[in-house]
């Protein structure tokens, strides 16, 4: 905490929020208001953070993620539960791999030349050197995690929890080994599992070749490839069985154009006739639904595009060239041999890397495997019965329609850096062995000739088990028993597949339980155009930057109001810029309260009496605003809360009270009515700071150090949150305020429209057409006074006539009249006019001279002639408005 002597009543009159917000996070963290211990005695709210990759920096998807995260986690931490918010980082196999690879090729070598164990020593100094970059970016955020509690997916706990899940896994016959067409990624050289695949729709081509029909000379069956280079892995030709135009040829054999390879032509209600031509080559190495057909089919698997998208020896001549640069060359081969047909446009979707955007390549591989159709059910039922909900609920159904058409997962990736697989092959008598501990030789021929599988586990393995391995899983720890399951999942949409899903599966297979109550879907920041974020596009907005510029309360606003749960957000400069105004009337006001309480007796109580229609007022409407913004945020309607915290602060409390309460503040006559005035001052702005804590942390820690507060709380962040006082609510006093403060309004309006000067004086005439509100204006004149420069105010009798030459204006219960006398002088106000007329009269005489003119009537476009017309009806409209007016204030 600050030194007694930074502490006072006077802030600083700019508000820089550099120079106080890394100062309060120290504070915090080093009073470790964020950490938690077990406490049985209290109710617990935790929280995990979605890990970002160790090779990660904040952008503006976290720093959304995380702001949702933090006003969740204030908010309880205030309410009085045994709060935990859990930070981390995940170790991201390939993403991580690559960045380290890179430096390698820099250097002018690579893993293979250091060995697996000298590039995981590079790995690991490179996490180093750089993991904790986004840990740090996160706390000038202000996220208020458990920094104690701190986990990575490759610590020793969180390994030891992979390596108990897989081997159980494998023990229940769900985690096997097979050889299966997988998405393989040419430029990250490892396997990916279909979610990791983002389809695409491009412009492509349809090829159709002809296939000859061995043994019958000129006799050819047409099929259409989007892929004619994966025709040197062509085992057969599969047409429908229903299709009448091939009947007569299934069964029989047909040749492999420049290859020469016999191929069976079959029949598979896969195919659809109306494609192509009907017929359509297999490749069952090389296609997810070619390689189901030559299961069924007992075809031959022959690979011809490698790992590194090169074309194998089975290309023949091609071999060794690109699988782009040889489908090139082979059409141009197939046109000059006369197999190709024709070529027409096709638009297609194509799948790339999620990761490094490269076209997939479906390659037939041996990996390793999870079954997940059991683990599936229960995942859909804990959704389906209520366990786990979605918010906003209509993610339910995008979970469970995934869940309920989901395929095995593959897990292995060929990779070095990650949790590697613990399973052992033995040289000798061939058997696999997968076990919890380092194995050294084979457990069934006793043989020291054993290796470990190369690969290691998809990363999305470790992180599915993050909400209960983070507590201390597989141990029973107290941490495990008090805070899992954890409360809430904040996450974006885009990766409930990856994430959300198999969290699910995972807990409640080995959690025993669901990972957590609720999941709180939000979703991505766009730019001003729509578009997603991306470093192509160059569109991205560091967080960093506007949090150095701005401060992280006003980011944190920002993010947050305007935003419903679910939607994407478009960032506006602008709505940075309202954000920093809104923190800059919250500073402004602030200061000027905090120059009244010098000398303010804390001790001093009002009674009923004391307290004025304005005070009941605001404290009436501080408890419904305090009542909607827990209501809104148990809902998760976080930027609904900010909406009504701002509407408080700036038009209620700001535009409306502190004015209200100006006169008493400066009448030295007064002091008990001063004194309420400082009370309710205090009350509020002590009781608002602790509602916007949770959206503006820094702000309200910096002011609220300076409120009078209970002595209780060392800080902001740990003292109790504000509940809506029954006690102060008045319906009657909102009304009756409401009244008055219209009326303000339409009398300022009704001066603005005659240009009256601000510090002129006039008089008010009200007509009460609901007699109760007479004897709330007769009590409370002084208002209008103050704020509508009224001088004097007249209550009309309920039958006394209606003012001549005065405006009017309308409001619930009143009526409101400004006699134009007083309002206005009259000398100046129709020497003005005179001026306006006599230009409205130049012009009248200039148009009606040229629409005279016979010259420029003939010459003229018509177009030209009507708008001139147009002119002078406008200008003689005018004239008269002026003339009446003119002759409205001869009258006065």
Same mark, same amino acid.
């Given at each position: ?76 931490? !205030? ?55 986004? !840990? ?87 099929? &259409? ?7 040197? /892995? ?139 159709? /059991? ?103 107290? @941490? ?102 809104? &923190? ?41 605003? *305090? ?41 030295? @006559?007064?002091?008990? *009515? ?36 209970? &002595? ?11 509940? $809506? ?11 009756? !305020? ?18 009256? $000067? ?125 003339? /009446? ?8």
């Amino acid at each position: 905490m600050p030194e007694k002597e930074e502490l006072g009543n006077n802030i600083p009159k700019v508000y820089d929020p550099q120079s106080f917000e890394k100062k309060w996070y120290e504070f915090w963290e080093k009073n470790k208001f964020f950490h938690a211990e077990v406490d049985k005695s209290k109710k617990p709210y935790s929280m995990v953070i979605p890990p970002p990759n160790v090779t990660g920096q904040l952008h503006m998807g976290h720093a959304l993620d995380n702001t949702l995260q933090d006003i969740l986690i204030r908010y309880h931490r !205030m309410q009085g539960y045994n709060t935990v918010w859990i930070p981390g980082c995940d170790h991201a196999g390939i993403a991580t791999q690559a960045k380290v690879e890179g430096a390698l090729r820099k250097e002018g070598t690579n893993r293979y030349e250091l060995g697996r164990e000298k590039f995981l020593e590079r790995v690991w100094d490179w996490k180093e050197k750089f993991g904790s970059r986004i !840990m740090f970016q996160l706390r000038s955020l202000g996220s208020s995690l458990d920094w104690d509690r701190e986990r990575f997916t490759m610590d020793e706990g969180c390994s030891r929890a992979v390596r108990e899940v897989f081997v159980s896994l494998y023990e229940k016959g769900l985690i096997y080994q097979g050889t299966r067409i997988t998405n393989w990624c040419p430029s990250c050289n490892t396997a990916i599992s279909d979610i990791e695949v983002e389809h695409e729709t491009e412009q492509g081509h349809l090829w159709h070749l002809r296939y000859e029909v061995e043994g019958e000379p000129g006799k050819y069956v047409e099929i &259409a490839t989007t892929r004619p280079e994966t025709m040197f /892995g062509d085992t057969g030709v599969a047409v429908h069985p229903d299709d009448e135009r091939y009947k007569d040829l299934v069964g029989k054999t047909l040749i492999l154009p420049i290859v020469g390879r016999r191929i069976p032509l079959f029949a598979d209600e896969y195919v659809d006739k109306n494609f192509g031509t009907g017929a359509v080559k297999v490749t069952p190495a090389h296609d997810p639904n070619d390689f189901e057909m030559g299961q069924r089919h007992h075809l031959e698997e022959i690979k011809v595009i490698g790992n590194t998208g090169k074309m194998l020896e089975g290309a023949g001549k091609y071999a060794g060239m690109d699988r782009y640069e040889c489908r090139k060359a082979l059409v141009k081969e197939l046109e000059e041999t006369g197999v190709l047909v024709s070529v027409e446009e096709h638009e297609h979707s194509v799948g790339h890397c999620s990761r490094c955007h490269s076209t997939i390549e479906p390659l037939v591989s041996k990996q390793w495997f999870v079954k997940m159709e /059991g683990l599936a059910k229960p995942a859909i039922e804990a959704v389906k019965d209520g366990r786990i909900q979605f918010v906003p609920e209509r993610f339910t159904k995008t979970y469970i329609n995934w869940l309920e058409n989901i395929r095995d997962w593959c897990i292995s990736r060929q990779l070095w850096w990650g949790h590697r697989i613990p399973a052992w092959y033995c040289d000798d008598c061939g058997a696999t062995s997968v076990s919890r501990t380092d194995l050294t030789k084979c457990p069934h021929c006793g043989s020291h000739h054993i290796h470990q599988d190369e690969d290691v586990l998809d990363t999305w393995f470790s992180s599915g088990l993050w909400p209960f391995e983070t507590f201390g899983w597989p141990d029973k720890t107290p @941490e495990l028993e008090q805070f899992y399951p954890t409360a809430t999942l904040v996450t974006g949409y885009d990766i409930i597949f990856f994430w959300v899903a198999r969290m699910v599966m995972m807990g409640l297979e080995f959690g025993k339980d669901i990972p957590f109550h609720h999941v709180f879907i939000h979703g991505l920041v766009r730019d001003s155009q729509g578009r997603k974020m991306s470093k192509s596009l160059g569109n991205g907005i560091d967080p960093v930057e506007v949090i150095e510029k701005y401060g992280a309360d006003t980011l944190r606003f920002m993010l947050i109001t305007g935003n419903t749960p679910g939607n994407d957000m478009r960032f506006y400069w602008e709505r940075v810029e309202s954000a920093r105004n809104f &923190a800059n009337k919250i500073w402004n006001a602030s200061r000027y309260m905090l120059m009244n309480f010098e000398g303010f007796d804390k001790s001093f109580k009002p009674e009923a009496a004391d307290f004025t229609l304005a005070d009941k007022w605001i404290l009436s409407r501080y408890a419904k605003t *305090a009542e909607g913004v827990t209501k809104s945020l148990d809902n998760f309607e976080l930027g609904e809360a900010g909406r009504m915290i701002y509407e408080f602060i700036w038009n209620e409390f700001c535009d409306w009270y502190i004015e209200l309460t100006k006169a008493r503040l400066y009448d030295k @006559e007064n002091e008990r *009515a001063k004194n309420t005035a400082l009370y309710v001052l205090s009350y509020v702005l002590e009781h608002t700071l602790r509602l916007l804590h949770p959206f503006m942390p820094f702000l309200t820690e910096e002011i609220w150090q300076k409120v009078p507060h209970d &002595a209780q709380w060392k800080s902001i962040m740990i003292a109790d949150w504000p509940t $809506a006082d029954e006690a102060l609510r008045d319906d009657a006093a909102e009304a009756q !305020m409401t009244a008055i403060m219209e009326t303000i309004k339409t009398v300022r309006n009704l001066r603005a429209e005659v240009g009256a $000067a601000p510090g002129h004086k006039s008089e008010v005439m009200l007509h009460f057409t609901e007699s109760s509100l007479r004897p709330v204006f007769a009590e409370n004149e002084g208002y209008l006074k103050a704020l509508a420069a009224a001088e004097p105010v007249t209550l009309l009798a309920d039958d006394a006539e209606k003012p001549e030459n005065a405006m009017a204006g309308v409001v619930g219960g009143v009526e409101i009249y400004l006699p134009l006398k007083g309002l206005i002088d009259v000398e100046r106000e129709t020497a003005r006019l005179q001026k306006e007329l006599d230009k409205l009269e130049k012009e009248i005489k200039r148009l009606t001279g040229k629409l005279s003119n016979e010259g420029f009537l003939k010459k003229a476009p018509e177009a030209v002639v009507a708008k001139e017309r147009e002119k002078l009806a406008g200008y003689e409209e005018k004239k008269q408005a002026v003339e /009446g007016r003119i002759q409205d204030l001869a009258k006065l």
